[in-house]
Structure formats: structure tokens, C-alpha cells
């Protein structure tokens, strides 16, 4: 029974991480939001290197959201299932990052 209950609660942290790549996707004209002032910012003097950084992540999260190319998920490969899991928590991560570079670029822009 310790198998089906971790499998079960399995499959819900799964179903979360999922619900965490729409988020994203949510997220993607913020995202472009950010990269703008970024690279504004950047043309101005006052940001360095960090926007190339994040414009690469951007790109990169974005391009690696997963979608549905299987017919019926009953026969999906279970490691696909894995790498999705992967890739949501890392994109969940890169909105966490990301929303908090945006909050220093808005105090930044904030400064006299």
C-alpha cells in the first residue's frame, strides 16, 4: 500500500508542477515586460551584465514548456512525465527568480 500512496501522492505534485508551467505561460508578456526595462536599463548605464542573463533564460523557459505531443496520455513514457515534473520546477523557479530581479529593476528605476 506504501507504493500507491507515495505513487498517488506522486502524481499531485506532478499535477501542481503542471499547474506551475501554466503559470508560466501566464507569465510570458510580464516576462517580456521585464526584459525590456532590462535592456533599458542596460542602454542607460544602470544595469551590467544581468539582462543578457535573464533574456537568455527567458528564451530558454519558455522554449522548453512542455506541451501535449502525445495522442492519449494513458500511453505517455513515464520518464516524460519525469523530465515535465523537471522542467516545471525549473521554470517554477526561474518566475521566483525572475519576479524578484523585477522587483530590484522597479526600486532601481525608483531611485533619484
Known sequence: MSD???YG??????????????DLKAN???LRDINKV??????EGLM?????MVQAQQQEHLG??????EAD???????KTVRLGVQTTANFNSIKELNNRW??????????
Open 38 to 43: 532590462a535592456s533599458e536599463l542596460e542602454s
Open 28 to 30: 510570458e508578456s510580464r
Open 73 to 79: 496520455s494513458k500511453t505517455e513514457s513515464p520518464w
Open 4 to 6: 500507491l500512496s507515495a
Open 48 to 52: 551590467a551584465e544581468e539582462a543578457p
Open 9 to 22: 501522492s506522486s502524481i499531485q505534485a506532478l499535477k501542481e508542477q503542471a499547474q506551475s508551467c501554466r
Open 64 to 69: 522548453s514548456a512542455p506541451g501535449k505531443d
Open 103 to 112: 522587483r530590484s529593476l522597479q526600486h532601481a528605476g525608483q531611485r533619484p
